[in-house]
Each structure stands twice: as structure tokens, then as C-alpha cells.
């Protein structure tokens, strides 16, 4: 198979909300009209309810009971409540695939995005962007779960054994997740950054002009694939100095993001 044929199968693409669009859009933009884009999602009945129910819990810690998208502006600020309605739009694209553990690939995803975000506020780069990238890194991987889910359950019993996903998935398939993820983040029309984010995240130094963002991704999933007990003597080569970070700051960084929840675990309730 080909990736073009795989996007021939628009039966089988998943598609965003369109208010969800927009914000995806306005990561690019300084001039977004907030009180326009939060009537919009407040027209998605879903898409608010969830939204709600993630500004009243307990991590968000709301000063009071928030009862509309524009309290949750007020209360929560624009940015965090554009993250919420992403990832509710994100997650809410794709349904439940035979042999595949959705719940699970989106609880690991978000811990990618959270230490992403962990990290970017010390290397002073934009927290979430760094966190969508992080969300939607791996969105290839249940891509090709829906076009290809016997060889996808194949694969992901090598991958579980030691093997390479990506040399498994272009030896088997003809293409890989991370191949699959970046023509999903265009059609999405994610932030060209973004994009190349998630083409290089598995070798940042392949990347033209290696950048803070890229960087940020690449380490994130380094340590999220790492095991719990495993100390740090090294890092990425070059990650650190892309990002203006001490290995010394890195680490107490590191603890912060596996004690700090992400506060999404409910969007997949």
C-alpha cells in the first residue's frame, strides 16, 4: 500500500469539529477573536460538556463552578480551555478499534504532551504547542490500526517483543506511523512547526534546522519510553542545547512532569 491510497479512504479518516479547526488554526495567529471562537464552541454540545466537566475538576482547581466556555476563558484563560477543546475534538475523532487500546494510547500520549509542556516552560518556548505535538505525535500509529489492523496487531506484538515500529510498519506496510501522523497533521492543518515536529521526532539531528520544538518532542517520548526505575546518565545527543536546559535542570524537570497529572484522563470517560 501506498500512503496516498491510505488517504484515498476518506470512509476511514477521521474528521475535527470545525471550531476545533479554527483553533488548531490559531495556533499561528496572535489576532484570534476569543470571545467569537468561544460562542463557536459553545454550539458543540459535546465538545463544551466535556470541556466543563475538565474545567471543574479537581486539577484545574477552579476559584468557583464555571458554567459556560466563556467562564472557562475567564477562569482558565484562552490558551488552556484551546488546549481542552483540541484535545477533546482530537481524541473524539477517532472510535473504538478491534484489538486496539485506545484508552491506553491516549493516556501515553498525553504524558508525552505534558512533559512537553514541562519542559518547554524552561526552554521558554510556547507550553502548548509543545503539548498538541506531543498529543498528536503518534496519531499515525491508529491510523494504520483502521486501514491495516491485522498487520497493526502483527506489528505491535513485535513491537511489545523489542522490534522497531517503524522499520516493522515500512517493511510490512509500505509506510510508517510517523509518516502517516505528519500528512494527518497537514490535512489538519496543524502548524507547519508542528508538522516537521512530528517528521523528525524520532531524529531531530536529521532535521535541516533543528529546533526547540522538535527537540522538546524528541525528549519527551525519550524519557516517557523509558522504564520508571532507570537513572539518567546521558541525555539525547544535542536536545539540552537546543533547549538552553542543564542536565542538572532537566532532571528535576523530569521528576515534575511524572508527578504533575495532565488533567485529561476524564476526556476519555
Do not use: C
Amino acid at each position: 500500500m501506498k500512503l496516498e491510497e491510505l488517504f484515498e479512504q476518506t470512509h476511514k479518516l477521521p474528521t475535527i469539529p470545525r471550531v476545533v479547526q479554527e483553533l488548531i488554526d490559531s495556533f499561528s495567529r496572535d489576532d484570534v477573536d476569543i470571545e467569537s471562537v468561544a460562542k463557536k464552541i459553545a454550539l458543540d454540545q459535546v465538545i463544551t460538556a466535556k470541556v466543563l466537566r475538565l474545567a471543574n475538576s479537581a486539577h484545574f482547581g477552579a476559584s468557583r463552578l464555571v458554567g459556560s466556555v466563556n467562564e472557562a476563558v475567564i477562569v482558565l484563560g484562552f490558551n488552556t480551555v484551546r488546549t481542552l477543546v483540541v484535545a477533546s475534538g482530537v481524541t473524539g475523532a477517532f472510535v473504538s478499534i478491534p484489538g486496539f487500546d485506545r484508552k491506553s494510547f491516549w493516556e501515553r500520549s498525553f504524558k508525552v504532551a505534558n512533559t512537553a509542556r514541562v519542559f518547554a516552560k524552561a526552554a521558554k518556548y510556547n507550553g502548548e504547542i509543545a503539548f498538541a505535538s506531543g498529543m498528536i505525535h503518534n496519531i499515525g500509529e491508529m491510523m494504520i490500526h483502521i486501514v491495516a489492523p491485522e498487520i497493526a496487531v502483527k506489528i505491535d506484538r513485535f513491537v511489545e517483543s523489542g522490534g522497531n515500529r517503524v522499520l516493522l510498519e515500512d517493511n510490512n506496510i509500505g509506510f510508517d506511523y510517523v509518516m502517516v501522523g505528519e500528512e494527518l497533521a497537514r490535512r489538519w492543518n496543524f502548524p507547519e512547526e508542528i508538522q516537521a515536529a512530528i517528521k523528525y521526532q524520532n531524529d531531530p539531528q536529521a532535521q535541516p534546522q533543528p529546533n526547540k520544538l522538535t527537540a522538546l518532542l524528541h525528549l519527551a517520548i525519550w524519557l516517557e519510553a523509558r522504564d520508571a526505575g532507570d537513572a539518567i546518565t546521558e541525555w539525547p545527543a544535542g536536545t539540552l542545547e537546543i533547549l538552553g536546559i542543564t542536565p542538572e535542570q532537566a532532571l528535576a524537570l523530569w521528576e515534575t512532569a511524572k508527578s504533575e497529572p495532565n488533567g485529561l484522563e476524564e476526556i476519555l470517560a
